[in-house]
C-alpha cells in the first residue's frame, strides 16, 4: 500500500512526535510502500499493520 509521507508526518505531529516527523521528511520518500519502507517506518514508531488495519494511526490517515 502506499502513502503520501506528508500523511506519516502530519500523524506523527498529531502525537506530539515532532522529532519523528522531521525524521520521516528527510528519509521517507514522497509516496510511501508500507512493505517496501516497512524498516524506516519501523524506527520511527510506525507499525505498518497499523497504517493497513486502520489503528490510531491509520485512522488518522483516514484508512
Known amino acids: 500500500m ?3 509521507k506528508s500523511q506519516i508526518i502530519d500523524a506523527l505531529k498529531s502525537k ?3 522529532d519523528k ?3 520521516a521528511d528527510k528519509e521517507l520518500p514522497d509516496k510511501v510502500d508500507t512493505d ?3 524498516d ?3 524506527k520511527l514508531g510506525i507499525n505498518p ?3 493497513l488495519g ?3 494511526l491509520g ?3 483516514g484508512l
Open 36 to 38: 517496501e519502507h516497512a
Open 49 to 51: 499493520g497499523e497504517l
Open 16 to 18: 506530539g512526535d515532532s
Open 40 to 42: 524506516k517506518l519501523g
Open 21 to 23: 516527523a522531521d525524521q
Open 59 to 61: 485512522g488518522k490517515l
Open 54 to 56: 486502520g489503528g490510531e
Open 2 to 4: 502506499q502513502i503520501d
